[in-house]
T-cell receptor
Framework: EAGVAQSPRYKIIEKRQSVAFWCNPI?????LYWYQQILGQGPKLLIQ????????DSQLPKDRFSAERLKGVDSTLKIQPAKLEDSAVYLC??????????????FGNGTRLTVT | EDQVTQSPEALRLQEGESSSLNCSYT??????LFWYRQDPGKGPEFLFT???AGEEKEKERLKATLTKKESFLHITAPKPEDSATYLC????????????FGRGTSLIVHP
């Protein structure tokens, strides 16, 4: 089974620039998550999709962050404009179905974003 | 608001020195507690799921237990390759379960 694919692995941008991250989940997984992980901290949920609908985006800074999941498969997370405090690792994860409590998350290796 | 607290933040052990990591939680309607391992530069990797108080799961040198308020990850006779950050996450609520993670425990095992 192929894992969760993310790109790019690293990105360095200047503040006020824009950036986009891409995620391809495990085939057949209905639920897709974007997490932000700041160095030394646990992952913080930004947005959770069930198929192509949003389940939760309460912690997504909507003035600068946006995410979409077209056709219920791939997803893109965008930041525009970036701030210094956005420097973090952005993790994408998928699970079989968030409606079943025993669905563990499968993570990609993340995109490390540095904003200078 | 759901809360997950892990302790200690960091733990250094000698090879063979057993210890335990703690994950305490305050959630409404726990549906599952998950343990993950995260290596540097990698995403978290699933280890265990626990559902009800009294449940235990084992994998090699790791054993996870669950009570009504906390979970422990026991590491027996650890080896240097067990060095990693261990994350606890809870799934709570109704309908679609939204995972909440703790900050993790960074474990270093010295040879």
């Amino acid at each position: 089974e192929a894992g969760v694919a993310q790109s790019p692995r690293y990105k360095i941008i200047e503040k006020r620039q824009s950036v986009a991250f891409w995620c391809n989940p495990i085939s057949g997984h209905a639920t897709l998550y974007w997490y932000q992980q700041i160095l030394g901290q646990g992952p913080k949920l930004l947005i959770q999709f069930q198929n192509n609908g949003v389940v939760d985006d309460s912690q997504l800074p909507k003035d600068r962050f946006s995410a979409e999941r077209l056709k219920g498969v791939d997803s893109t997370l965008k930041i525009q404009p970036a701030k210094l405090e956005d420097s973090a690792v952005y993790l994408c994860a998928s699970s079989f179905n968030s409606g079943t409590p025993n669905s563990p998350l499968h993570f990609g290796n993340g995109t490390r974003l540095t904003v200078t | 608001e759901d809360q997950v607290t892990q302790s200690p933040e960091a733990l250094r052990l000698q090879e063979g020195e057993s210890s335990s990591l703690n994950c305490s939680y305050t959630v409404s309607g726990l549906r599952g507690l998950f343990w993950y391992r995260q290596d540097p530069g990698k995403g978290p990797e699933f280890l265990f799921t626990l559902y009800s108080a009294g449940e235990e799961k084992e994998k090699e040198r790791l054993k996870a237990t669950l009570t009504k308020k906390e979970s422990f990850l026991h590491i027996t006779a650890p080896k240097p390759e067990d060095s990693a950050t261990y994350l606890c996450a809870v799934h709570a609520g109704r309908g679609s379960y939204i995972p909440t993670f703790g900050r993790g425990t960074s474990l270093i095992v010295h040879p």
